[in-house]
């Protein structure tokens, strides 16, 4: 096995936490960052520094000056970074109206903007090397925009558009762009649900509180008799890596409950976009 030079976003806790540790289990060298490693994330940090091939930067993905450091550190001490994981990312549910212009601001700059920010600085290294890996971490939310959901959705599928373009452009380069779709898992990311900040107009939909209220204990419900295993999605990260370039697919649901729904939503697009593809006489990509 080749050793590769891995970076992973949101590693202070949920699936970044596993996959960090996942990951370096086999031996590759990983890069895991986070926020605040000497405040409230200290005791994360230390405590995944100990891990065997394991370096954790302090990183502020939204900051332009914070991502670039980072990188410039793991290239002047890995010459290139072989596979990128975009993992973090923040949530919001409840009704749509109550996200200001601000909050809608604030889950792009970390759910889009950042990674395409990794993205743009990471690619010129794995072009040059006619090798790499990108993988996206989104959400069921990314092929379906679900009441209540309706500004985390958006998101997603801003995450997958930038996503599946690249996939069928840089792939000719040698690069292999993937996402990851997981489904309702018990992380410390569902235990933090975030809602508008215009509470004003909440009440205007109590005749359809209700319904958010079943999505809510649907969830639940999941939790206790599917009993999700966050370790799947880590696990899904290591099979991408694992794969021979150009192998792996564009997506990979990783959803024990509703996945079936979000998987044949996935496989009809496919086929669709593969023939748009070669309707504009671009078939090539496709190999």
């Known amino acids: 096995m080749n050793k590769k030079i891995v970076l992973i976003?949101?590693?202070n806790s949920g699936f970044g936490w596993l996959m960090a540790h996942s990951v370096a289990a086999l031996g590759h060298k990983v890069y895991a960052t986070m926020r605040d490693t000497t405040g409230k994330n200290i005791d994360k940090a230390k405590a995944l520094a100990t891990v065997e091939n394991v370096t954790v930067l302090d990183v502020t993905l939204t900051d332009e000056v914070s991502v670039k450091r980072a990188i410039d550190t793991i290239i002047a001490e890995q010459g290139t970074i072989d596979v990128l994981v975009n993992n973090a990312g923040v949530s919001m549910f409840g009704v749509a109206e109550s996200a200001t212009t601000e909050d809608v601001q604030r889950l792009f700059d970390v759910n889009v903007f950042a990674p395409w920010r990794l993205i743009k600085l990471v690619l010129p290294y794995m072009r040059e090397q006619a090798e790499g890996l990108i993988i996206n971490v989104s959400s069921g939310f990314g092929t379906f925009a679900g009441p209540f959901s309706t500004v985390y959705s958006a998101t997603?599928?801003?995450l997958e558009g930038l996503s599946e373009g690249l996939h069928y452009e840089v792939r000719p380069l040698?690069?292999?762009v993937a996402i990851i779709q997981p489904g309702t898992f018990p992380t410390e990311m569902s235990q933090k649900v975030q809602s508008g900040s215009?509470?004003?107009v909440v009440a205007a939909y109590d005749k359809i509180a209700y319904n958010q209220q079943k999505m809510f204990a649907a969830?639940?419900?999941i939790f206790e008799t599917v009993k999700p295993d966050p370790q799947e999605v880590a696990d899904a990260v290591v099979?991408?890596?694992q794969l021979p370039q150009g192998k792996r697919t564009l997506r990979t649901v990783v959803d024990p409950s509703t996945g079936t729904l979000v998987k044949t939503a996935n496989d009809a697009v496919e086929v669709?976009?593969?023939k748009a593809i070669t309707a504009f006489g671009m078939?090539?990509?496709l190999a």
């Open 9 to 11: 976003t949101g590693t």
């Open 156 to 158: 997603k599928f801003g």
């Open 174 to 176: 040698g690069v292999d």
């Open 198 to 200: 215009d509470t004003s």
């Open 219 to 221: 969830i639940g419900q």
């Open 239 to 241: 099979h991408l890596i």
């Open 272 to 274: 669709e976009q593969a």
């Open 283 to 285: 078939q090539d990509l």
